[in-house]
């Protein structure tokens, strides 16, 4: 994998955008009881954001998997609103990436936090996966 950790640098980013509906609500998702965009939504929009930051730029047969998250969820978003999700690569220590995220719609900040991901080579980790239940 040494070969692997020199094609990612820090600087590498992406930016995703989701125009919330009712299934991306906290009410749809289970994490809570009002209509506007779920925090589980939030997460799965910043690790969209990490997985296309680096997608161009892994080699052939590797991954990145998630290993950890700290997300702030600032501002709820009401149905029908966009919000945009930055990542920024900002440590690559070996196999473990980090990226700085920021979630916005327009000018308003919803959510910040740090998504740490690991570089893998998917037909490995796959397997091993599967040998785990």
């Given at each position: 994998?040494?070969?692997?950790?020199?094609?990612?640098?820090?600087?590498?980013?992406?930016?995703?955008?989701?125009?919330?509906?009712?299934?991306?609500?906290?009410?749809?998702?289970?994490?809570?009881?009002?209509?506007?965009?779920?925090?589980?939504?939030?997460?799965?929009?910043?690790?969209?954001?990490?997985?296309?930051?680096?997608?161009?730029?892994?080699?052939?047969?590797?991954t990145?998997?998630?290993t950890?998250?700290?997300?702030?969820?600032?501002?709820?978003?009401?149905?029908?609103r966009?919000?945009?999700?930055?990542?920024?690569l900002?440590?690559?220590d070996?196999?473990?990436?980090?990226?700085?995220?920021t979630?916005t719609?327009?000018?308003?900040?919803?959510?910040?936090?740090?998504?740490?991901?690991?570089?893998?080579?998917?037909?490995?980790?796959?397997?091993?996966?599967?040998?785990a239940?």
């Amino acid at each position: 994998m040494q070969e692997q950790d020199q094609t990612l640098t820090p600087g590498l980013t992406a930016r995703v955008e989701l125009t919330v509906t009712d299934a991306d609500t906290a009410q749809a998702v289970g994490s809570g009881d009002v209509p506007v965009l779920g925090t589980p939504r939030v997460l799965a929009l910043a690790e969209a954001a990490t997985v296309a930051a680096t997608a161009r730029e892994l080699p052939s047969g590797s991954t990145t998997v998630g290993t950890r998250v700290e997300l702030h969820h600032l501002a709820p978003t009401p149905v029908g609103r966009t919000v945009a999700a930055q990542a920024r690569l900002v440590t690559v220590d070996r196999r473990r990436l980090v990226f700085e995220i920021t979630v916005t719609e327009g000018e308003q900040t919803v959510a910040t936090g740090e998504v740490e991901r690991v570089l893998v080579d998917r037909h490995r980790f796959v397997e091993r996966a599967g040998q785990a239940s």
